[in-house]
């Protein structure tokens, strides 16, 4: 079989696939470089349950429910540290009405059964001393994790190949040019390319900094923020680095901007001050793969025999890397496919006179 992508999602295809005893090229000239290269590898079914994506919440909460068996099986596979951590995510209002409109969205994760528990200013600030004192209130979601993307692909590459699987670094620019029975389209924006599927990138720009002296930051939760209106989340590494984003544009460039710079890093710093201090390391863009409903395209391409779609993963590629694969994989090996896939598969966005999005 073909992967076409070596980003998580088609690492993980590779891996699981490989791992039956599947004879698996993954064919990618980058490998890694794509959305996952910018993501900050929030895990959160929970702070991205938002209003009118019932389905999607829920296939993120089962992937989540996944991730802790996943990543002990790839660090047993790899030896690799992911820099997975369970401290769980605060979400945060600076001004009032920064905290009213939170509040409106953790009642409606509240109401959908999620954990998010509200937080009095004291509890929040005796959780992350390290918070701006004028932030007005918040909340924990303690089921809201974190792993590494970038440390995630390198572990997914050495599994799936440890597992037989080959890394073919070549461009495929027709699925007919690919001598497979089957053939995984997981190329992310490159799907809409080469499949006809309608994703469309959606550009996020992304800063990453450092705290000085080697150590650790000041602070271990996940923050999402509100701050004066902008939305900005704060994700702190073991190993210094925190990752500042991000932007939702409807851009196909991967162009750094000062003002989207200005804009994150001054939310930032209204939430956390200290981060004032810290080296600015890198600033970078990348291209989510969006869909016309926000969620993921997963399943046979009608019309199309032996080909199969993992993309679209929009803002939740990271999270969603381990149901994806797992559902996948079963597909292809059992013929069987999960009832976890019907509300993703590609056949949503065909009418009888075909795709409307083309
Ligand atoms: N899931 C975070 C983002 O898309 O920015």
Request: one cysteine or more; a negative charge; hydrophobic letters at 45%.
């Given at each position: 079989?073909?992967?076409?992508?070596?980003?998580?999602?088609?690492?993980?295809?590779?891996?699981?696939?490989?791992?039956?005893?599947?004879?698996?090229?993954?064919?990618?000239?980058?490998?890694?470089?794509?959305?996952?290269?910018?993501?900050?590898?929030?895990?959160?079914?929970?702070?991205?349950?938002?209003?009118?994506?019932?389905?999607?919440?829920?296939?993120?909460?089962?992937?989540?429910?996944?991730?802790?068996?996943?990543?002990?099986?790839?660090?047993?596979?790899?030896?690799?540290?992911?820099?997975?951590?369970?401290?769980?995510?605060?979400?945060?209002?600076?001004?009032?009405?920064?905290?009213?409109?939170?509040?409106?969205?953790?009642?409606?994760?509240?109401?959908?059964?999620?954990?998010?528990?509200?937080?009095?200013?004291?509890?929040?600030?005796?959780?992350?001393?390290?918070?701006?004192?004028?932030?007005?209130?918040?909340?924990?979601?303690?089921?809201?994790?974190?792993?590494?993307?970038?440390?995630?692909?390198?572990?997914?590459?050495?599994?799936?190949?440890?597992?037989?699987?080959?890394?073919?670094?070549?461009?495929?620019?027709?699925?007919?040019?690919?001598?497979?029975?089957?053939?995984?389209?997981?190329?992310?924006?490159?799907?809409?390319?080469?499949?006809?599927?309608?994703?469309?990138?959606?550009?996020?720009?992304?800063?990453?900094?450092?705290?000085?002296?080697?150590?650790?930051p000041g602070f271990r939760h996940v923050i999402r923020g509100y701050a004066d209106g902008e939305h900005v989340y704060l994700v702190p590494r073991v190993d210094g680095e925190v990752v500042v984003g991000a932007t939702v544009e409807e851009r196909t460039d991967t162009t750094v901007t000062a003002e989207a710079v200005l804009r994150l890093l001054?939310?930032?710093?209204?939430?956390?001050?200290?981060?004032?201090?810290?080296?600015?390391?890198?600033?970078?863009?990348?291209?989510?793969?969006?869909?016309?409903?926000?969620?993921?395209?997963?399943?046979?391409?009608?019309?199309?025999?032996?080909?199969?779609?993992?993309?679209?993963?929009?803002?939740?590629?990271?999270?969603?890397?381990?149901?994806?694969?797992?559902?996948?994989?079963?597909?292809?090996?059992?013929?069987?496919?999960?009832?976890?896939?019907?509300?993703?598969?590609?056949?949503?966005?065909?009418?009888?006179?075909?795709?409307?999005?083309?």
């Amino acid at each position: 079989m073909a992967v076409v992508g070596a980003g998580p999602v088609g690492l993980a295809i590779a891996w699981r696939c490989a791992a039956r005893g599947l004879r698996v090229v993954v064919h990618d000239p980058a490998p890694g470089s794509g959305a996952s290269w910018v993501a900050a590898g929030m895990l959160a079914p929970v702070a991205e349950a938002y209003f009118g994506e019932h389905e999607l919440t829920g296939l993120l909460t089962a992937s989540a429910a996944r991730w802790p068996a996943f990543a002990a099986e790839l660090t047993e596979a790899t030896g690799a540290d992911l820099g997975y951590r369970t401290d769980g995510t605060l979400l945060v209002g600076l001004t009032a009405d920064d905290l009213a409109e939170a509040r409106r969205l953790w009642a409606y994760q509240q109401g959908l059964g999620l954990p998010v528990t509200p937080l009095r200013p004291s509890e929040l600030r005796d959780r992350e001393p390290a918070l701006a004192t004028r932030v007005r209130g918040g909340a924990f979601a303690p089921t809201d994790h974190q792993v590494d993307p970038r440390r995630l692909v390198a572990a997914l590459r050495t599994a799936a190949v440890r597992a037989g699987a080959t890394l073919a670094p070549s461009a495929v620019d027709r699925l007919s040019d690919l001598d497979a029975g089957v053939t995984v389209v997981a190329a992310g924006c490159g799907a809409a390319a080469l499949a006809g599927l309608p994703v469309r990138p959606v550009k996020g720009q992304v800063v990453r900094l450092r705290a000085p002296g080697g150590v650790a930051p000041g602070f271990r939760h996940v923050i999402r923020g509100y701050a004066d209106g902008e939305h900005v989340y704060l994700v702190p590494r073991v190993d210094g680095e925190v990752v500042v984003g991000a932007t939702v544009e409807e851009r196909t460039d991967t162009t750094v901007t000062a003002e989207a710079v200005l804009r994150l890093l001054r939310a930032a710093v209204d939430l956390l001050p200290e981060l004032a201090g810290y080296d600015l390391v890198e600033t970078v863009a990348g291209l989510r793969p969006g869909t016309p409903d926000n969620a993921p395209i997963l399943g046979p391409l009608p019309g199309r025999p032996g080909v199969l779609a993992a993309t679209g993963h929009h803002r939740h590629g990271i999270v969603l890397t381990p149901v994806t694969a797992d559902l996948i994989a079963d597909l292809i090996t059992t013929g069987v496919a999960d009832p976890l896939l019907a509300p993703f598969t590609p056949d949503r966005f065909t009418t009888e006179e075909g795709n409307p999005w083309n």
